[in-house]
């Protein structure tokens, strides 16, 4: 019994290591894995506005931060701009990022899957503000 629960603990860590992805930002270029993906803005915590592009620079998204009184700076609105689609998030830009990796949002000759953006809005897009 005792060599079943370690075997499932190896097995567990290696699934974990193997699916994680890293994402790193460098003179405005986000890669994961090492792999160059989309070009970032300056979105800091301050920024009024900030987009993610592909990396010859064609703005795919927007994001904005939205106003809580209660914990300022904690959510985002994101619009993929092709389609006009807007989704509300609470993740700071390299977790988000991930997620646009892992939904394979923007594809390899840097356009939105708009297919993917439509189920990404249907599966994220929760109304926070509609909450407050």
């Given at each position: 019994?005792?060599?079943?629960?370690?075997?499932?603990?190896?097995?567990?860590?290696i699934?974990?290591?193997?699916?994680?992805?890293?994402?790193k930002?460098?003179?405005?270029?986000?890669?994961?894995?090492g792999?160059?993906?989309?070009?970032v803005?300056?979105?800091?915590?301050?920024a009024?506005?900030?987009?993610?592009?592909?990396?010859?620079?064609?703005?795919?998204?927007?994001?904005?931060?939205?106003?809580?009184?209660?914990?300022?700076?904690?959510?985002f609105?994101?619009?993929?701009?092709?389609?006009?689609?807007?989704?509300?998030?609470k993740?700071?830009?390299?977790?988000?990022?991930?997620?646009?990796?892992e939904?394979?949002?923007?594809?390899?000759?840097?356009?939105?899957?708009?297919?993917?953006v439509?189920?990404f809005?249907?599966?994220y897009?929760?109304q926070?503000s509609i909450?407050k």
């Open positions: 019994m005792k060599l079943k629960s370690v075997l499932f603990l190896v097995a567990f860590a699934g974990t290591t193997v699916n994680a992805q890293e994402v930002i460098k003179k405005e270029i986000a890669s994961v894995d792999k160059e993906y989309v070009r803005g300056d979105c800091g915590m301050f009024k506005e900030c987009y993610i592009s592909n990396l010859e620079g064609e703005q795919l998204i927007l994001i904005k931060p939205l106003d809580d009184p209660r914990t300022p700076g904690t959510y609105q994101v619009t993929f701009i092709e389609s006009g689609t807007k989704v509300e998030i993740k700071t830009i390299k977790p988000f990022i991930k997620m646009l990796y939904n394979k949002i923007v594809t390899e000759e840097g356009k939105l899957n708009l297919q993917r439509k189920s809005s249907e599966k897009g929760n926070i909450k």
